[in-house]
């Protein structure tokens, strides 16, 4: 395992969501054509429909549009850098909200948040029904739509400062979860997350949880997902077998409180992987993002799924993409919903950069479905930066889209 490209890609991906965009990447070079392991069938790549591309409707130069994304049914949320005329070289960013009327996509609102969330500051979103969070360094920003407008419902501040807190939310009706991976408690910065539960129109902090085993610098907290009474965290500096291994716990909760269920650190997981980095969970399945994986070349990335069988979670598969490259860094962004799940990379490339789909037959196997690329690949940069899937419609944020310079979010269909 190369750990120091593991770091090298670790200071990317954690500048980004802890503080700042650090857009510097190396280009990949050279082809990994070993053959496809027992982690997944191998099958030919169907490429994608593309359905629509998102832009804002105050695009402008480097708004960085498309920074993070979330989707629910008929309605997307792409994060972006709103335009203020030029009048400050920082203007803050907003939420910008997307609903389909028929097979078109029109938006429906900015949202800008009551504080400025400068691009230094910014987490991740979510999406759920009627209900965004936007997450950033000052705290988690909660709008409620009523109709076709929507309003900043609260704001959900951090209990301490320096914490990152809302680096990282997952959203499930009536529950949240917000990460604060650099938390400092007894100066450890080991992390910590926060669940926050909704009654009527106020949410209130119910618990502050935090791993069993927690050691300093893990960043516990830099990934969170939630689905109905679990709740898994990534701390994806975790260093049990090196530098940046990383490590993923799942919570249950009982009619008292959320309790640490089980730690997940598959035997395959070295220096280096980041294990943890990105989680999805839906319906008793969860997806783990390890992007430094060197299995099929260095940084090619990987996914592992675990499945929960009688309150046991049990690793299900390893996947790895068909068409690997050298820091192509798989698993950058997942998502996952029913039996799709959806894998971001972060690989520079003449074509723009690629998502991939995963699918799970009736007999329970996964696999490699469908390659998603963009239509004007020449005009984009880092797609698949951040990904979000909703039954068949998949979203894919681009930060940037050449010559204009501004970013877009493509939504794909069923091929």
Known sequence: MNTTLGFRKMTFVHRAALGGIALAMAACSGVDRSEPTEGHRATSLVLASQQA?????DASMQDLFGLQVAIDGDTAAVLGQTNNGGSSPDPGLAVYVFTRTGTG??????????????????????????????????????????????????KLAPRAEDST?????????????????????????AGAAYVFTRSGTSW????????????????????????????????????????????AYVFARSATGWTQQQKLLPDAVTGGDEFGGRLALKGGTLVI???????????????????ESNATW???????????????????????????IVAGTKVITENG????????????QWTQHEKLAPSDPEKVYLFGYCVAVSGSTKLVGALVRDPSGHGAAYVFGPS
């Open 289 to 307: 993002g390890s992007p430094g994986d060197d299995t099929k070349g260095e940084d090619t990335g990987a996914l592992y799924v675990f499945t």
């Open 314 to 340: 049990v690793e299900q598969t390893k996947l790895f993409s068909s068409e690997a490259v050298p820091s192509q860094i798989l698993g950058a962004s997942v998502a996952i919903d029913g039996s799709t």
């Open 105 to 154: 996509w029109v938006e429906q609102q900015k949202l800008t948040p009551s504080e400025r969330v400068t691009q230094n500051d910014f987490g991740q979103i979510a999406i759920d029904g009627d209900t965004i969070a936007m997450g950033s360094h000052h705290g988690v920003y909660i709008f409620a739509r009523s109709g076709s407008t929507w309003g900043e419902q609260q």
């Open 53 to 57: 591309t998102l832009s804002a409707s």
């Open 165 to 189: 807190f809302g680096a990282s939310v997952a959203l499930d009706g009536d529950t949240l979860v917000a990460g604060a991976p650099t938390e400092d408690a007894a100066e450890s910065r």
């Open 353 to 364: 950069g690629v998502a991939y789909t995963f699918e799970r037959s009736t007999d329970g």
């Open 204 to 247: 209130s902090e119910q618990q502050r949880i935090v791993a069993a085993d927690g050691q300093i610098r893990d960043l516990f907290g830099f990934a969170v997902a939630v689905d109905g009474d679990r709740i898994a965290v990534g701390a994806d500096a975790a260093s049990e077998r090196g530098f940046y291994t990383g490590a």
